[in-house]
Each structure stands twice: as C-alpha cells, then as structure tokens.
C-alpha cells in the first residue's frame, strides 16, 4: 500500500530523512496479521520509545516553567498531558487516522479501541520522530502540539486530581469514601486497557476507561463528579 505522507509531514511540521520510521509509527500489528509476507516492522517498539520520550520532555518543560509547584502538582499536570484522552484528541487534530495502515477489521472499528490505536500511533510517531530528527524535532513537536495551547488551558482551568476531589465531595455531601474497583482488562502486557468503577457504599456511580489502573480510575473520578454535578 502507497500512502503520500508529505501532507502529514506538513501538518507535524517535520519532513523525515528516512520515510521507513514514518511508516513503521502508523504501521498496526493488525495489518502485519493480513500481510505477513511484507518485510515492515509495526509500531510497538516506536511506541514503547515515544511514550519515553515524551514523558521526558513534558517532565523537563514542567519542572523549569513551575519553579514553585510541589512534585504532587506537577505530577498531576504531567498526567493530564500525557493520557490516552490528550494523546487521542491531539492525534485526531493532525488527521493521524488518514494514514494508519490496520487490518480490515480494525479499520471498521471507530469506537474506544480506535481511540486508543491512535494514541498510541502518536506516541510511536514521537519515536520516529526522535530517531530520525533527535531531541531538538522530537521536543519541538511536542511543545507545539502538547504544550504551547494545553498547558494554559490546563492552568486557566485549574488543574485537579479528580480523585482527590470525588473524595473530598464524597465526603462532605454523601459522608461516604469512594471505592475504585478494576471491572475489566484486556489487552497483551505491552498495550493494556482497563475498566475501573468508582463506587460508594454498594452503589456503582461511574465507569472509566484507561491503559493504566490509575488513568482508569482517574476518568471514573471524573465522570462521577459530572454525574454527580460536583
């Protein structure tokens, strides 16, 4: 299959010397299954190597920007700009889904599971990106597309651990702590999903959905204080 990347490399702002990273970062295991003769690598090892990567520079771009903030704030601040759910909206911004290459079966499939192929195809797409153009590409994409709009937005709006809150609003108006229970997974070790359920007393409030236990749950936080009207 023939894919014209240069719109791509145009919207990212970054032209690739070796067109072969660009490929493998949209390259889906899926695809592989239905063409195994074809002599490509898909996106699993890019992706272990942007998520790296990423967490890095957001890490460094915090810790000079907020001098004064304490480690449990610029946690906090780094996790909402790293999760699925950012990493999904951004890759959506630059039409990453139009270059993807999946198996027929996935292609059919808009739903949560597309959302977290193409948050994971941009992660692998920062590892392209730092391996064939180094720190310097890999951290200018970043600044412009994680960093330069979301961070203010995030401080404007005042960024909280939604855990946290639930539980202080639990507490105040239902005299209740939540209980965060794992309701499903799936997913091979290396791209995980998960389900967790924010409870109080036997009452199931919300669900939600993460590639980790705690972004689960942090999501679950959230749409119980939406539920809740808190």
């Known amino acids: 299959m023939v894919i014209n990347y240069s719109k791509l490399e145009k919207i990212i702002g970054f032209k690739f010397k070796n067109k072969g990273f660009l490929k493998e970062a949209l390259t889906h295991r899926s695809y592989l299954n239905e063409k195994p003769a074809l002599k490509i690598k898909h996106n699993e090892r890019l992706e272990f190597l942007g998520d790296a990567v990423l967490e890095l520079i957001v890490t460094g771009y915090l810790f000079h920007k907020y001098p004064q903030k ?22 959506d911004e630059i039409n990453l889904n139009d270059y993807l290459l999946l198996s027929k079966g996935e292609a059919k499939d808009v739903g949560k599971a597309r959302h977290f192929i193409l948050a994971n195809a941009l992660e692998a797409l920062i590892g392209a990106i730092y391996l064939d153009g180094g720190y310097d590409a ?28 639930f539980q202080e609003k639990s507490q105040e108006q239902e005299s209740a702590t939540p209980v965060y229970k794992i309701l499903s997974e799936w997913g091979p070790d290396h791209d995980k999903h998960f389900v967790a359920g924010v409870y109080l007393g036997d009452k199931l409030i919300a669900e939600g959905k993460g590639s980790s236990k705690q972004e689960a749950q942090q999501e679950a936080a959230e749409a119980g204080l939406k539920k809740k009207k808190w």
């Open 70 to 91: 304490p480690e449990g704030e610029l946690t906090n601040f780094r996790a909402a700009l790293v999760k699925s759910l950012t990493l999904f909206q951004i890759a």
């Open 138 to 165: 890999a951290a200018s994409f970043i600044e412009k597309n994680f960093l330069a709009n979301r961070v203010e937005a995030f401080e404007k709006s005042g960024l909280r651990d939604a855990k946290s809150l």
